[in-house]
């Protein structure tokens, strides 16, 4: 079930309201429910894969508790393996197979291709790294091992960040499962404020950007690097709205129902440098690289040269979680390369603080290229012809580039701008509302007539861009 379906728009506050009105002892149980019953819209059978996964790191984080010695060490790589086995026959097997084949045709070695018919699983990286995090926690002994299975599996499967995140760490979400929550009328008003937003930022901005992006990003021979340039700028306002407008409805969600979940971006074009970007963006995944692979790797602890290592792993494996394709690692490549830019040369260049958000953001746009194309070989003629002057203005922008179009996409850009600047999604989840209730009632009025006029008139629901990872 997607949360820009007409099926959640029933779904949420039939279950919010029972949720309410049932006693505090089968809460639990009745969120595990609501939450397999929520990704089970999907595809049923899928949920079978997600509780093989729960059961094998649930056993694990029981004996990890009992265990001592040796033995403790491998039952975190058992179950680490496990994991990562399950992701990669879902989404890697057919991709290394199709690499290891192109290797064998180089070096004459007689090589049949096998390929698998599956379908990823959605959410299913979310899913693999929230429960990895939980072994590892408890492996250090920074989370205690969790004796309840519904309690456990409500944990992993929470449906507000379930498809798309945020990662939570068991430290954070499984104490606020055992604590008894009340109604209050002020939680719940703040967090449908935040939904709202989230679902403006969903519809209003991500797919109408989007319906251009995909019209331009669809003829990959006959646009000029102007054109791709102002396309990839109109996707990162799109990734950014459809993703963090996913991640706003699930915490408004989940603030109804009284649990708070963590916050996955922080105004990130207004970061001033790549650095800070990535402390700004994706935060759950930013911090999860950080805690469970960087630092393991020596982090900056080591040489230069082993932290500038470090950073290009993390990069690269960040880029092959988000999926099977030479693009996302190109993606994460040119994100390291331009850190490490950052790290080289940052202090000489010591720019005014709007300059260096204007260039970090165009930074962030060129990477935002090699994520959008469908191959290397495309994002390859399109930096070509972006930074190849000829191509650069050897056509017009064309039909999708409308003097409506960019007009209309140039305010929601400005929308997103001004409401970073101003911490809106802070603001909404105030419990002290701003003093015109009439302005304040006016605001909420307009979003939610905006949204429903996009939604059901001018724009085809597209699904959230984080589902297939």
């Known amino acids: 079930m997607s949360f820009n379906s007409i099926s959640f728009l029933l779904f949420f506050p039939i279950t919010t309201l029972f949720y309410f009105l049932i006693p505090n002892v089968v809460r639990i149980p009745y969120l595990l429910l609501i939450s397999c019953i929520f990704y089970m819209a999907f595809i049923p059978k899928f949920i079978f894969i997600l509780f093989l996964v729960i059961i094998i790191d649930y056993s694990a984080g029981f004996f990890l508790e009992k265990t001592e010695g040796r033995n403790r060490f491998l039952i975190l790589i058992s179950s ?19 690499n290891l084949m192109q290797i064998a045709q180089l070096i004459g070695w007689n090589y049949s291709l096998t390929t698998l018919q599956v379908i990823l699983p959605i959410g299913l990286s979310f899913h693999t790294f929230q429960s990895m995090s939980y072994t590892i926690d408890v492996y250090f002994k920074k989370a205690k091992a969790e004796r309840n299975f519904i309690k456990y599996s409500t944990y992993v499967l929470f449906y507000p960040q379930l498809v798309a995140g945020p990662i939570e760490r068991p430290n954070r979400l ?13 939680r719940v008003a703040s967090g449908l404020r935040l939904m709202t937003w989230g679902f403006f930022k969903k519809i209003v901005v991500g797919d109408r950007m989007g319906a251009l992006v995909d019209q331009v990003y669809a003829q990959s021979t006959n646009q000029s690097g102007l054109s791709y340039l102002v396309a990839t700028t109109f996707f990162a306002f799109q990734i950014y709205a459809d993703f963090s407008g996913y991640c706003d409805i699930g915490r408004g969600a989940a603030k109804v129902l009284g649990i708070e ?67 996302f690692v190109l993606w994460g490549f040119l994100n390291f390369l331009f850190l490490f830019v950052q790290m080289s040369f940052g202090r000489i260049f010591n720019l005014p603080k709007l300059f260096s958000i204007v260039l970090t953001f165009f930074c962030i746009v060129l990477t935002w290229v090699a994520f959008r194309a469908e191959s290397i ?7 070509s012809k972006i930074f190849s002057f000829d191509s650069f203005w050897n056509s017009d922008l ?18 997103i701008l001004i409401t970073d ?7 909404l989840t105030q419990a002290n509302k701003p003093r015109s209730t009439l302005l304040r009632w006016l605001f909420y009025i307009c979003m939610i007539v905006i949204t429903a006029q996009v939604a059901f008139t001018t724009v085809r629901q597209k699904e959230f861009i984080y589902f297939q990872f």
Do not use: C
């Not at 680490?80 to 991709?95: D, E, S, V």
């Not at 469970?292 to 790797?297: A, D, E, Q, T």
């Not at 580039?401 to 929308?415: A, D, E, P, Q």
């Open 377 to 383: 070989e495309q994002a390859l003629t399109i930096y």
């Open 421 to 427: 600047f101003i911490r809106l999604p802070d603001l």
């Open 174 to 186: 499984i104490p606020q499962l055992q604590e008894y929550i009340k109604f209050d009328a002020d």
């Open 398 to 415: 064309g039909f999708a580039y409308s003097s409506k179009n960019l007009w209309n996409r140039g305010v929601l850009i400005l929308v």
């Open 80 to 98: 680490l393996l496990a994991n990562i086995g399950i992701l990669f026959y879902f989404k890697y097997f057919n991709f290394f197979q199709e």
């Open 261 to 327: 979940i963590m916050k996955n971006f922080e105004s990130p074009y207004l970061s001033k440098s790549i650095s800070e970007f990535w402390t700004r963006w994706h935060i759950s995944l930013s911090s999860w690289f950080k805690d469970y692979l960087y630092i393991p790797l020596g982090g900056n602890r080591k040489s230069y040269a082993r932290t500038v290592f470090n950073i290009l792993v993390v990069f690269l494996v960040s880029g092959l979680w988000h999926g099977a394709n030479w693009t």
